[in-house]
């Protein structure tokens, strides 16, 4: 018996002693686009580690933003370390419901580094004036467009469509039939499952309305702009005949437009690299057409810190969280991934500013920002997602008419979000 | 002392089907009868309230419509295809072990790998499915955004996933199966339709049992698909049950709500299995 | 006229032949025993009348029919299986009117031949039975009831006896004979036990490696074996081959000399015959088995009642010169 206390203490010792020497920091990040980003990641933590030897950063890589979210509330519920993690820029209110994260301003991060961002990514992860996350794995949504097509279709290259009206005509030019009277390409495509809130919003911000108010306890699902917003989207393929009808399925429509299968698609910027590489034609990005404005959401990943963290440990994920986000390494970031760069002097520095001279199409998201709007996201904020994404599916699949399911949605918002006002 | 030993012998099976099995279970039915806490409010007993709830909830009832559908679409076409191949690959016939090979393929795959596949199969213009129909002049179909053929597409991709599976079953049992009677049967002047009707199928029905009991499981069970294919679109079209927990459970964080409308699947899938054993062992031939 | 003709069958499994041109007839009313050691081609011959194989070569009659090309349920026989092959879901009745019922016969003749092939077989108070409720026995009638209410005028018979115990063996073999006498039919029999051939047969085949080694009688090949092998097959204890020079010094041919035990006499001593030593004694209560040496060879010597011998004894044989079978050096009767 005491030689296996001995044995324990000898092992709480050995545990011990490391924390005394140096801070420990845990974080969990999601990988939702292609490429070796575990590697990217690795490395950055490495160049931290070199130039803080005081500070070692464990990085546990934790699948899609949804594992990443579970697994590290998971984590904390056990008991075991994690200081900070890159999670859901939409998971602000759940993090806040959970009691689990802290806001930088209370920790000593400095006004000036929280207002180096756009603040177009800074809406998602501010809460009542206190900003919780820090924009870090950014993107939009764009347009892109094959420039052999619009050859084709007698339309100039260059130019892409800049308002909905003039969208919907150049697409209908754009439907291409084959002999036997089948559609061979579509004009445009935007895709209607997995994330349709997201591109909804899209529509609706162009339509000069937002979905959700900044608190998070209010929508505006049946406001008269965002019904008329649906109804262009339906429209598109129900009564302009330049989209298929239905739902345009999020994981095949990159394969449909490099395959020349639709002339035009709405998709994350996030897929600008696979597609530069599929691609066999030349291909325009450009910001999404305008109604009343231009817009587009923001969506992607921010830093958080937890609160189940010592002084010293908020001190050193500060630390870190400041470093990685950093000019030179927002840009080393951006190009490994296409990710929008986070803060305006990023594209100041040499490395950026040369990518984009070389491909100007890096540049579209970052231009498009400041018609940006945050991700839908509220308190309860699966289930509110899920109400408009059920109605925006049911408008396009023609189940309702696009007023008749967005009040359905609105009531249901209603009711989530009555508690929390 | 003899009771010890065997307790002694039962004790970590047991203890792991307490962990991990009936403790769950219970806490899951306890769960259900108090609200969703959080760091902001905490929960609270509300009695039946997850349940009425559920009554009101129009999502509920479609998925539940949902899984009715999918599985009186998949289980008896599954099980008679099974038992179709079974028959043709246990006879002789040239290359028999590549045949039987080929229809089990579909078995050892991950769901998540078949839905990917099938997601190319079914994509409009550039899908196989879609590539197939041009040749006879048709249209592109966009068949999982449609909520009149979404839930035919995925049944159709169940049948094919898992009729392998179940005719594992059938040819093992066919084999078992001595064939002298099918021999004096011939002798009798029995028809091979006359043979499987009056023999081969009624002595199957253990096996029959087996395979629907699994079958109906299944169907409540494989939701992988589903995060692949339509994530229960368009507009719940195509939504299940467990899928639908899932959501509750994993993005609305309402983990009351997930267990209510767990506590309905465990008693769902009790009842059937209950049914059927019940039901059907009256019918059943065990040797 | 011949109810069942063979005209040189054969069966090939890709290199291996089983059955090789055999021929033979079976007379109506005949019970034809297919006799033989396992591996003879015996149970193969017999699925070949039924038609569940099909032959290589030759031709099958069937009541004047030929039948080579023909399905099991053309021919017009039944069949009892070694392992019964009952339907195990199906009732005793069910599985004896199975066929019946195939045919499509009304049901009130169902319940009539079915009744009186119950009674035959003494059945009639397990018709409600399943089969794993009965005995091996009871098993065994159910088979043989399924043969008979199909009132087939052939039936074949694999080995259906093999998986009961002697003594419901010895009443089975009664049984059968009786019922086939009784209702007239052709039965051809698959037994490789040589009691079941003798008892039963009115004419037994004798097959060695899917030939036919001798038919005839039971008391032909009993009294006439032609070939050393069937000397040796039939009858127990088997007969006494020996080398001719043993018995005969003056012989100076390699041919074997056949006596059945039972036709050699322990003589007293003084009367001459053949010195020989006695290696056991086996007494069997209607008779003893002597075992004796005789220079290089053993003798076995059936000796009616009780003979004390002790091992080691001296002991002198003798027998009528009719009583021995000469065989030459190919093993073929001289």
Redesign the interface.
Known sequence: MKRLIGIALAALVVAATPALALTELTFYYPIAVGGPLTKVVDNLVAGFEKEHPDVRVHAIYAGNYDDARIKALAALRAGQPAQMSVLFSIDLYELLEQDAIVAFDDIGADKTWLQSFYPALMANGTYKGKVYGIPFQRSTIVMYWNKDAFKEAGLDPEKAPATWDEMAKMAAKLVKKDAGGNLARWGVMVPSTGYAYWMFQAFARENGQDLMNRDGNQTNFANPEVISALQYWRDLGAKYKVMPEGTVEWGTLRQNFTEGKTAIMWHTTGNLTAVKESAKFPFGVAMLPASKQRGSPTGGGNWYIFKKSTPAERKAALAFIQWITSPERTAEWSIATGYVATRADAYETPKLKEYVTGFPQAAVARDQLKFATPELSTFQTGRVRKALDDAIQAALTGGKAPAEALKAAQQEAERLLKPYR | MRHVYGWLLLTPAAILLVAFTHYPAVATLAESFFSTG????PSRFVGLGNYAALLGDP?FTQVLLNNFWFALGTIPTSIALAMLMAAWVNGALPGRALVRLAYFTPTVLPMIAVANLW??FY?????LLDKVT?LF????H?W????DTVMGCLVAMTIWKEAGFFMIFYLAALQAL?P??G????????SRW?FFR??TF??LMPTTLFVLVNATINSFKLVDHLF?L??G?????SNLLLYYIY?TA?????TSYAATLTVVLLALLGAFALVQFQLIERRV?Y? | MSEIVLEQVTKRYGRVTAVEGVSFRAERGSFVVLLGPSGCGKSTLLRLIAGLEEVSAGKIHIEGREVTALDPTERRLSMVFQSYALFPHLSVAENIVFGLKVRGLPAPERRERLARVAELVGLTERLEHKPQQLSGGQRQRVALARAIVSENPICLMDEPLSNLDAQLRHEMRVEIRALQRRLGMTVVYVTHDQVEAMSMADHVILLRAGRIEQQGTPAELYARPATTFAARFIGTPAMNLVRRATIEPDARDGFTLGIRPEDIRLLANGDGGLKARVTSAEYHGADTIVTARVGEESLVVRAPGEVKLAPGAEVRLGWERSATHLFDDLGRRK
């Open positions: 959080t760091a902001v409010r999502i997601l190319y994509t409009p213009q550039i899908g041009a002049g048709a249209g592109s966009n999982l955004g449609n909520p001595p002298e009677l021999e004096a049967a011939r002798i009798e002047g029995a006359y009056r023999v009624p002595l692949i339509t994530k679109g368009p507009d719940n079209a959501q994993f993005s609305f964080f309402d031939h040797r």
